[in-house]
């Protein structure tokens, strides 16, 4: 019996979805999805929003100006999804969440399937957060407007480490961080622009001296960028 290559599955759930749009759809993402790679599915939350009006939203408890999403569309979105198959993780991107980096993306691109909430407003009720949220991801110590950008950033970053979505680099492990190191400087021709020369090394032809002449790049670089990476 054949064993084909699990497919990845991201579900993202969105109060507006046209923010997933772009970037979810071109390039080596798109390539991907056509490559059967990973299937991303976009859950509308108005979909399972409360009444006629599918109200998804309702002022906060406290005082608090702003607006909360509500936990019934949130919890009916995730049930709906989680009844069906079973999920490595239910993900909230929440700026107070653990801080993605290339540790986190590399062991999040193993995963079978995904759910990625997006909050929106002054976020979502707490409740949800603590009985159906698994893991809860930041982007950055910022404030963003809603969880979309962060989720596409997720999608993106573990979608180009899945075997077969970057054909042109040997692998896309030789990128920045993979190594606790930023990557090498890199150029493409004309060797000579304006009078702006690449290093005479890159145009030996020797492979073994460029190799080392890279690494060496990518340590004075990391000592000089990214001090950080290396303690
Ligand atoms: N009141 C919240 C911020 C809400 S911002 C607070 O102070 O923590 C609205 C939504 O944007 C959040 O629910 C979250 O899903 C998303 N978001 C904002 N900043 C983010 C970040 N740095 N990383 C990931 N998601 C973020």
Same mark, same amino acid.
């Given at each position: 019996?054949?064993?084909?290559?699990?497919?990845?599955? @991201?579900?993202?759930?969105?109060?507006?979805?046209?923010?997933?749009?772009?970037?979810?759809?071109? &390039?080596?993402?798109?390539?991907?999805? /056509?490559?059967?790679?990973?299937?991303?599915?976009?859950?509308?939350?108005?979909? =399972?929003?409360?009444?006629?009006?599918?109200?998804?939203? !309702?002022?906060?408890?406290?005082?608090?100006?702003?607006? #909360?999403?509500? %936990?019934? %569309?949130?919890?009916?979105?995730?049930? !709906?999804?989680?009844?069906? $198959? /079973?999920?490595?993780?239910?993900? =909230?991107?929440?700026?107070?969440?653990?801080?993605? !980096?290339?540790?986190?993306?590399?062991?999040?691109?193993?995963?079978?399937?995904?759910? @990625?909430?997006?909050?929106?407003?002054?976020?979502?009720?707490? $409740?949800?957060?603590?009985?159906?949220?698994?893991?809860?991801?930041?982007?950055?110590? =910022? #404030?963003? &407007?809603?969880? /979309?950008?962060?989720?596409? #950033?997720?999608?993106?970053?573990?979608?180009?480490?899945? *075997?077969?979505?970057?054909?042109?680099? %040997? *692998?896309?492990?030789?990128?920045?961080?993979?190594?606790?190191?930023?990557?090498?400087?890199? =150029?493409?021709?004309?060797?000579?622009?304006?009078?702006?020369?690449?290093? /005479?090394? +890159? +145009?030996?032809?020797?492979?073994?001296?460029?190799?080392?002449?890279?690494?060496?790049?990518?340590?004075?670089?990391?000592? $000089?960028?990214?001090?950080?990476?290396?303690?």
């Amino acid at each position: 019996m054949h064993k084909f290559a699990a497919v990845m599955r @991201i579900d993202i759930i969105s109060a507006v979805p046209e923010l997933l749009e772009s970037p979810l759809n071109h &390039s080596i993402i798109r390539r991907a999805r /056509e490559k059967g790679l990973v299937e991303i599915h976009i859950v509308n939350l108005h979909d =399972y929003g409360k009444g006629s009006y599918k109200q998804i939203d !309702d002022y906060g408890f406290g005082g608090d100006a702003g607006m #909360v999403i509500k %936990p019934e %569309p949130l919890y009916r979105a995730i049930t !709906d999804l989680t009844s069906q $198959r /079973e999920y490595d993780h239910v993900i =909230y991107t929440s700026p107070d969440g653990e801080m993605l !980096d290339q540790g986190m993306c590399n062991s999040l691109s193993t995963c079978g399937n995904l759910i @990625i909430l997006c909050g929106h407003y002054k976020g979502i009720d707490h $409740r949800i957060r603590e009985h159906l949220i698994t893991k809860e991801i930041s982007i950055g110590s =910022y #404030v963003l &407007s809603g969880g /979309e950008l962060a989720a596409c #950033v997720i999608c993106d970053s573990i979608i180009r480490l899945l *075997s077969g979505a970057i054909t042109c680099e %040997p *692998s896309p492990r030789s990128s920045s961080f993979q190594d606790e190191m930023v990557a090498t400087a890199i =150029y493409t021709r004309p060797a000579d622009f304006m009078g702006w020369k690449v290093p /005479e090394v +890159l +145009l030996s032809g020797n492979p073994k001296l460029i190799r080392q002449w890279q690494e060496e790049q990518a340590l004075e670089r990391t000592k $000089r960028l990214r001090p950080d990476l290396l303690d």
